[in-house]
C-alpha cells in the first residue's frame, strides 16, 4: 500500500508556471505507475500525465501536451509535474495517483488506479 500527498498548488496568472509534487510513503514508489488528473468544478476527472516505473515512459493529454513535464525520484519518493504557460482553463484540483497493477497503455484512464491523493487546488486568473 502507498499513501499519497500533493503539495504545490496554488493561484497564478495565465502564462506562469506551477510545480506539483507528491510525496509518497509506504511501499516503496518504484513499485507504482504514476499518473496526475485533474477535476475542475462539475467536471469529470481528467488524465494530465503518466509516468512508468523507472521514469523511462511518460504520456500527456493532448491539452498539456508541450507545457507539462511529469518526473519522477524513486530515491525521493517523490513525483513532479511541472506546467507552464498556465491558462484560466487549467484551473482544477490536481490528484496524484498510483497503480502497482496498471500498464502504460491503460494509465489514462482514472480507473486503473489503486490510490489517490486528497488532492491540491490550482487556480490561473486571466
Known amino acids: 500500500q502507498v499513501q499519497l500527498v500533493e503539495s504545490g498548488g496554488g493561484l497564478v496568472q495565465a502564462g506562469g508556471s506551477l510545480r506539483l509534487s507528491c510525496a509518497t510513503s509506504?511501499?516503496?514508489?518504484?513499485?507504482?505507475?504514476m499518473g496526475w488528473f485533474r477535476q475542475a468544478p462539475g467536471k469529470e476527472r481528467e488524465f494530465v500525465a503518466a509516468?512508468?516505473?523507472?521514469?523511462?515512459?511518460?504520456r500527456y493529454a493532448d491539452s498539456v501536451k508541450g507545457r507539462a513535464t511529469i518526473s519522477r525520484d524513486n530515491v525521493k519518493n517523490t513525483v513532479l509535474l511541472q506546467m507552464n504557460s498556465l491558462n484560466p482553463e487549467d484551473t482544477a484540483v490536481y490528484y496524484c495517483?498510483?497503480?502497482?497493477?496498471?500498464?502504460?497503455?491503460?494509465?489514462?484512464?482514472?480507473?486503473?488506479?489503486?490510490?489517490w491523493g486528497q488532492g491540491t487546488q490550482v487556480t490561473v486568473s486571466s
Open positions: 509516468i512508468s516505473r523507472y521514469g523511462g515512459n511518460t
Open positions: 509506504g511501499r516503496t514508489v518504484s513499485s507504482y505507475i
Open positions: 495517483g498510483a497503480t502497482a497493477t496498471g500498464v502504460m497503455g491503460v494509465m489514462s484512464i482514472a480507473t486503473a488506479y489503486d490510490y
